[in-house]
């Protein structure tokens, strides 16, 4: 089963910055990555889980209009490690990002990073 590890998330004030990673593991799919659109996902207290951004083997990237500007997508396909800056972090951020396969994510889900941002 593919597994995905998310990690960076952390406590953050308005306005701050986090790095967030992702890394794939299990061998036969790490063969696949660099094939794959990943995407990077989150979900609010009480919300729907959402895609906020992807990126494509061939490096193009695409966000949701909320983060749009203020996050930047990017992969390593020589660490199967995907990649989230968040800059300008703002309260509405707060979630609990997962990363997938996109925009069709498989079902196996990591345990995600939780991001808060409070002052």
């Known amino acids: 089963q593919v597994q995905f590890v998310e990690s960076g998330g952390g406590l953050v004030q308005p306005g701050g910055s986090l790095r967030l990673s992702c890394a794939a593991s299990r061998s036969i799919w790490t063969n696949r990555f660099t094939v794959y659109t990943m995407g990077w996902y989150r979900q609010a207290p009480g919300g729907e889980r959402e895609l906020v951004a992807s990126?494509?083997?061939?490096?193009?990237?695409n966000y949701a209009d909320t983060v749009k500007d203020r996050f930047t997508i990017s992969r390593d396909n020589l660490k199967y490690t995907v990649y989230l800056r968040m800059d300008s972090l703002q309260p509405e951020d707060t979630a609990v990002y997962y990363c997938?396969?996109?925009?069709?994510?498989?079902?196996?889900w990591g345990q995600g990073t939780q991001v808060t941002v409070s002052s």
């Open positions: 990126i494509s083997r061939l490096f193009s990237t």
């Open positions: 997938n396969m996109a925009p069709t994510p498989l079902d196996s």
